[in-house]
Each structure stands twice: as C-alpha cells, then as structure tokens.
Nanobody, 128 residues
Framework: QVQLVESGGGLVQAGGSLRLSCVVS????????MGWFRQAPGKERQFVAA????????YYADSVKGRFTISRDNAKNTLYLQMNSLKPEDTAVYYC?????????????????????WGQGTQVTVSS
C-alpha cells in the first residue's frame, strides 16, 4: 500500500519560512518523480513544484520560482519543499504527489486525475 505523509505546515508571518516534508512508503521512492501541489480555499488545486527521480530536474510554478526549493533524499524516502519569503497568497493546503509516469517537466499541465497517489495535505497559513 502506497502512503504519502506530509508534515511541516503551520502558521507563519509574511516573509517567513517553512519546510514541508513528505515521507513515502510502499513504493521504491528513488524510482519516481515527485511533486507538490497546493489548494487554497475556494480555488482549484494547482501545481507548485516537481523533481525528477534522481533530483537533477526541478520545475516550478512561476508564482514560487526563486522563493521555493524542491528537493529529495532518496535514502530517507523523503521529499521536501523549502519555502522562503512566504506571502499571504501562499496560504493553502499543500499536497505531495508521486508521479507514476516520471514526467516531472509536464506535471504543471497534466490533469490531476493523472496522479494516483496523494498525501493527506498539510496546512500552510501566512499572515500579513
């Protein structure tokens, strides 16, 4: 059974930082691209960042480029999202996703239904 468990969310002031983690079990983590999405209240879930299975390819939404960094530790089966210079508009539930098709560059445009494995989400709230 595949499980993705996020942690690290919380309440932070604008300009602050948070690091999200996602621990994966039930799959050979190092074999799959991974990604982060987020969903704000009343809005659709949107792509945030993606990383290739080896970590060399990294892709970001324009809204987070230069502020967020996606990374992974394949020895620990863990995906990370370092979020700096947070803004109130970053407030959302953040989800990690496992990419069965290993096409992280295309993750930004693929339909959500393409992804079969999601975490439960972790809430990030940025106050102004």
């Amino acid at each position: 059974q595949v499980q993705l468990v996020e942690s690290g969310g919380g309440l932070v002031q604008a300009g602050g930082s948070l690091r999200l983690s996602c621990v994966v079990s039930g799959r050979t983590f190092r074999s799959y691209a991974m990604g982060w999405f987020r969903q704000a209240p009343g809005k659709e879930r949107q792509f945030v960042a993606a990383i290739s299975w080896g970590g060399m390819g990294r892709y970001y939404a324009d809204s987070v480029k230069g502020r967020f960094t996606i990374s992974r530790d394949n020895a620990k089966n863990t995906l990370y999202l370092q979020m700096n210079s947070l803004k109130p508009e970053d407030t959302a539930v953040y989800y990690c996703v496992l990419d069965d098709s290993n096409t992280p560059r295309a993750m930004v445009s693929r339909p959500l239904a393409d992804f079969g494995y999601w975490g439960q989400g972790t809430q990030v709230t940025v106050s102004s």
